[in-house]
């Protein structure tokens, strides 16, 4: 059975970090992401990371502070979220899908995590 367990979440204040896991178990895949969605609104692509690591993709907010990275030893994949912004308040989820070319579409990924609530404060 496939599963993605989000972790890391947590209340900072602006200017903060915090770091975001995602364990995944029942299969690898080559493709992992990490979405968010704020109250009243969809679902928003955060980044993106392929198998070997050596491509990512990023949502233009989160360029310069946000880091993908991936572990296939552990099948973990995390995001280090560096001077957080209260803008980027969501409850962020951990995506996958066994395919090779990076995606931002959410009905790309099959496979999802249930959150970890992420709520940064002025």
């Known amino acids: 059975q496939v599963q993605l367990v989000e972790s890391g979440g947590g209340l900072v204040q602006a200017g903060g970090s915090l770091r975001l896991s995602c364990a995944a178990s029942g299969r690898t895949f080559s493709r992992l992401g990490w979405f968010r969605q704020a109250p009243g609104k969809e679902r928003e692509f955060v980044a993106a990371?392929?198998?070997?690591?050596?491509?990512?993709d990023y949502t233009d907010s989160v360029k310069g502070r946000f880091t993908i990275s991936r572990d296939n030893a552990k099948n973990t994949v995390d995001l280090q979220m560096n001077s957080l912004k209260p803008e980027d308040t969501a409850a962020y989820y951990c995506?996958?899908?066994?395919?090779?070319?990076?995606?931002?579409?959410?009905?790309?990924?099959?496979?999802w995590g249930q959150g970890t609530q992420v709520t940064v404060s002025q």
């Open positions: 995506a996958a899908a066994p395919s090779y070319y990076l995606s931002r579409e959410t009905s790309e990924y099959v496979y």
């Open positions: 990371i392929s198998w070997s690591g050596g491509n990512t």
